[in-house]
């Protein structure tokens, strides 16, 4: 099954302590990014990636870094969290093959930074 | 700059009612026009798309958007609602004119809400 996943679903963390959301795709997309979804505000991308070692950041990349060593995995990490990066975060990946990028989400991961 | 504006943050419809759920873009050329569901504790499904062709796109789950050029909408509808259709819905749109070619700009959502 196609399918984008993303561990943990749920994280409950203390300021300043490292953590890392990890998201895998198996679909063999050139494209992944991640986004978090904050009420009122939609979805807002935090770092993207167009394949394998080839990253940039997106419009809320503050706080946050990004790897893509391989190219179905793009981990997010949060090196120093703080109260206001407590959102549901989003990886997604698409295919630049069918011109639209539709893009394919996982179920979320719920971040609370305390 | 390019965005997507949904005007509703509630619609609320009784079952068995048609239902519209408003989106309005704004970009330079032609747009590629997206609608996602996203249900409780679950991730964006995606439910159709405008890129060419027909103003009237068709969907998933009998969901149907008509693209409207002149006013700039891309309205997601069906024609009777069910109570399984309660959702969060996001209308967005692609940045075309970007070298993050797969960057999807978000609406901030509207909350439909089908009564029984």
Redesign the interface.
Known sequence: EAQVTQNPRYLITVTGKKLTVTCSQNMNHEYMSWYRQDPGLGLRQIYYSMNVEVTDKGDVPEGYKVSRKEKRNFPLILESPSPNQTSLYFCASSSKAFGSYEQYFGPGTRLTVT | AQS?AQPE?QVNVAEGNPLTVKCTYSVSGNP?L?W?VQYP??????LL?Y?TGDNLVKGSYGFEAEFNKSQTSFHLKKPSALVSDSALY?C?V?DLHSS?????I????TTLQVKP
Do not use: E, M, P, S
Not at chain 2, 41 to 46: E, K, V
Not at chain 2, 100 to 104: H, P, S
Not at chain 2, 106 to 109: A, H, S
């Open positions: 997507v943050d590629y997206f996602y504790n679950r991730g964006l499904q995606f798309k890129i996001f967005a692609r993050n070619t797969g960057k999807l978000f609406g901030q959502g």
